[in-house]
C-alpha cells in the first residue's frame, strides 16, 4: 500500500503544477483561470491527504493491496500531464485540448485508485472520510464548470460514459466494498458490471443471469469463492471456464485447488494491465 500512495503522491504533486502552469497561461481568462487555480488547490490538498496517510501507515503493518500499478498504466496517466506541460510551454495545445487533457487525466484509473486507498484507511481511521467528500466534490466541480460556464458538458460525458468494449455481463464478488469498487471501476469498459459481496450473494445473481466473467476473492463470509464455484458449475457448467479468481494467500491447498479445477487466479496485488487483459482475453473465450 506505501508504494500505491506514493505513486499518488507523485501524480498529485505533478497535477499540480501543470495546472498552476495552466492557470497562469490563462491568467487573462478570469473563469478559466479561477477553474485551474481551483483544480490546482485541490490537487495540493490531496497531496497532503496522501502524506498524512503515509505517516499513518508507518504505523501499522503494511497490508497487500489488491492492485499494483503497472508502469503501463502510470506512464498513460503521467503523459496526459506531459502532453499539457509540454503543449502549454509551446503553445500548441488549444484551449479545448487542455480542458479535454485535464478531463481524460482526472477520470482515468488514479482518482479511482486514490479513493480505493482512502477507502482503505478509513477502514482504519475514521478520520479519512473527509478525503472521500472533497474528492467527489472535486469531481461535481468539473462537471459543474463544463456543463453552466464552459457549456461543453459534452466533453466530460464524451470521456466518462465511453460505451463497454464488450457488451457482456460480468460479476465481481469481494467481502470488501472498496476492492470490489475499485475492480468494477478498473473493467468498467468490459461489459456491464455487477457486485456482490460475499459466495452467496453471487450465487443468487449466477442463477438469475449469465456471466461471461467472474472476479471472484478466495477468502469472504457466509460463502467462500471456492464453495461459489463448486456450486456454481455443478448448476452452471459452462461457467468452469469463466471463473477467475484473486487472492492475497496461495497457500499450497489453494494452488492446488486451482490446479484440479483449471481455474485462472491472480495473486494480489493485480497488475492493473494483467488485469484488464486477463478479463479481456476470458471474455472473448468461447
Known sequence: MNNIIQWLRKI??????IYLLAAATYADDPQFYKFLKHMAEDEARHFHVMGRAAEFLSSQSNS?????????TSDRIINYFNHMKNGLANQTLSRDALLEKIIQAELSEWNDIFLYVVNFLIAQNGDFKYPVARMQAHLKGIAYYLEHIEKKPEIFHKIRKLP?????????VDDKPMIA???KALLNREGDIDVAHNGSEAFKLIEGHFYKLVVSDVDMPVMDGFTLYQKAVAKFPKLRSRFLFMTGDVSPERKAFFDEHRVPYMEKPMNIKALREMASKMILAA
Do not use: F, K
Request: charged share 25%; no cysteine; net charge negative.
Open 64 to 72: 497487500i493491496p489488491a492492485i499494483l500499478v503497472d508502469s503501463d
Open 164 to 172: 463497454p468494449v464488450w457488451v457482456e455481463r460480468i460479476l465481481i
Open 181 to 183: 469498487d475499485l475492480i
Open 12 to 17: 498529485e504533486h505533478l497535477a499540480n503544477e
